[in-house]
């Protein structure tokens, strides 16, 4: 289904949105940051929050590191400060990178097994489909910041993958 360098290169990916969005934030503020959007987890603030706390959950599994304390209903206010969040999405980000570039042939094979608290239950499922969400959720989410960023006069770069600097 995947292949490490699919992972690899998504993770690069994954950090390059990051910063551009993350540049693109610092220029509006925090009470535009802040300000209630119609987004599902309301603000800019909180879509970037919820993305990082995605993440980290997710790599709790993959890589059995730390985990959130909160579950997806707090997971907008995940950090609080702008300054906090910026330097736990760097080290997410890091954190991604690594475990991607860590990856051999046969670690995406196999089964996921995790308590899951959006369900309440325990689930098994590929580990490449859920490698594959977590790269999605993060697209998903982005996209939803990038045009809330758009909105309040923001520029942030381009998303298109076949654009990003290849290392």
């Given at each position: 289904?995947?292949?490490?360098?699919?992972?690899?290169?998504?993770?690069?990916?994954?950090?390059?949105?990051?910063?551009?969005?993350?540049?693109?934030?610092?220029?509006?503020?925090?009470?535009?940051?802040?300000?209630?959007?119609?987004?599902f987890f309301g603000?800019?603030?909180?879509?970037?929050?919820?993305?990082?706390?995605?993440?980290t959950i997710w790599?709790?599994?993959?890589?059995?590191?730390?985990?959130?304390?909160?579950?997806?209903?707090?997971?907008?206010?995940?950090?609080?400060?702008?300054?906090?969040?910026?330097?736990?999405?760097?080290?997410?980000?890091?954190?991604?990178?690594?475990?991607?570039?860590?990856?051999?042939?046969?670690?995406?094979?196999?089964?996921?097994?995790?308590?899951?608290?959006?369900?309440?239950?325990?689930?098994?499922?590929?580990?490449?489909?859920?490698?594959?969400?977590?790269?999605?959720?993060?697209?998903?989410?982005?996209?939803?910041?990038?045009?809330?960023?758009?909105?309040?006069?923001?520029?942030?770069?381009?998303?298109?993958?076949?654009?990003?600097?290849?290392?």
């Open positions: 289904m995947i292949t490490p360098e699919y992972c690899r290169t998504m993770a690069q990916y994954n950090h390059w949105q990051n910063q551009s969005l993350l540049s693109a934030a610092d220029g509006i503020g925090e009470s535009s940051r802040r300000a209630q959007r119609g987004a603000s800019i603030w909180g879509t970037f929050n919820h993305l990082l706390w995605g993440d790599m709790s599994r993959f890589d059995h590191g730390e985990k959130p304390n909160i579950g997806i209903p707090g997971s907008a206010e995940f950090t609080k400060s702008w300054e906090e969040f910026r330097t736990r999405r760097q080290e997410m980000d890091d954190r991604i990178v690594a475990w991607a570039e860590a990856l051999g042939d046969g670690d995406l094979f196999g089964p996921l097994n995790w308590f899951s608290g959006a369900i309440n239950a325990q689930v098994e499922r590929p580990v490449a489909l859920c490698v594959t969400h977590f790269f999605n959720h993060q697209t998903h989410h982005r996209g939803q910041v990038h045009a809330m960023l758009t909105a309040a006069g923001a520029k942030p770069d381009d998303t298109d993958l076949f654009v990003m600097q290849m290392s």
